[in-house]
């Protein structure tokens, strides 16, 4: 009794400390990675004295940048803002064609080769067709955006909704519950993990349709001034709108990833940590 009595306390656990490295290392680590590619770039382009033409260096893309950066800046917004339309496009049509397959098994047996057959199809050779049926401007964009990113919100949301865990399946029954109750209390929220899986899947293929749209059928927007730009050999400006476009997919991304941890907080509580 006096051991434990006279035994030092536990010293109690720093989150706060452990949150701030792993915000931290999450930082860091990009960083670090960024930099050295960076300077692979950068030296590769100085030992075999590549042309510009061929591939610019890291400062000249930063010139080309300078010399055309409002312009650069605002089609960026015109690119980023189509991308998300069409990507919140994608979410609404993938989520309801997935819950359907779900919740359907005639409609999976109906309609799922036929989707899978449309995903296996390069979207580039729609291009023309598209074109006829919605011309120039902005709805073949985001039509493109759509096509291109669509399937895996589809798969993803019906993998979830149909690997609902057995034990809560069999709890729902015992409580007489009904089809509504059970997808909007049990399988929607088991399935959600999954779901977001898919959308972050589909979020850089969104920035992918869209640059091919604008490169097809766009008057503006950061795609369009890659076309224009390469075939004036100012490939410096093409490379500045290209690190844009990795820009917009790297935040686009990473605000769906903070927007999965404020709405399904219990998966990080309920998942091992690496």
């Excluded at 803002?81 to 997935?98: D, N, Y």
């Excluded at 950061?222 to 224009?228: A, E, F, M, P, S």
Aim: proline letters at 7%; a positive charge; glycine letters at 8%.
């Amino acid at each position: 009794m006096t051991d434990l009595a006279t035994a030092p306390a536990p010293v109690p656990a720093d989150p706060a400390g452990s949150t701030s490295r792993r915000t931290l290392a999450a930082v860091a680590w990009p960083l670090l990675g960024l930099a050295i590619a960076i300077g692979l770039w950068w030296a590769g382009t100085a030992l075999f004295s590549i042309n510009t033409v061929v591939l610019p260096s890291p400062p000249a893309v930063i010139s080309g940048f300078n010399r055309y950066r409002e312009f650069l800046l605002e089609e960026s917004w015109h690119t980023a803002a189509a991308t998300v339309q069409g990507f919140l496009l994608s979410v609404g049509v993938g989520v309801l064609l997935g819950i359907a397959i779900a919740a359907w098994r005639p409609f999976e047996r109906m309609f799922a080769p036929l989707l899978v057959a449309f995903n296996a199809v390069p979207k580039v050779a729609l291009a023309p067709l598209v074109l006829i049926w919605f011309g120039y401007g902005r709805t073949p964009i985001l039509a493109m955006a759509f096509m291109v990113c669509f399937f895996p919100i589809v798969l993803s949301t019906a993998t979830g909704l149909t690997s609902t865990p057995a034990d809560l399946a069999e709890l729902v029954r015992s409580m007489d519950a009904s089809r509504l109750q059970t997808f909007v209390r049990v399988r929607l929220p088991a399935a959600l993990p999954q779901i977001f899986v898919g959308l972050k899947v589909a979020m850089p293929l969104a920035v992918i349709g869209v640059v091919v749209g604008e490169m097809q059928y766009g008057e503006n927007g950061l795609g369009t001034i890659i076309v224009q730009t390469s075939g004036q050999g100012d490939t410096s400006t093409a490379f500045a709108a290209i690190t844009l476009l990795a820009l917009i997919s790297i935040v686009l991304y990473y605000v769906l990833v903070l927007v999965e941890r404020l709405a399904l907080p219990w998966v990080r509580a309920t998942t091992s940590q690496r």
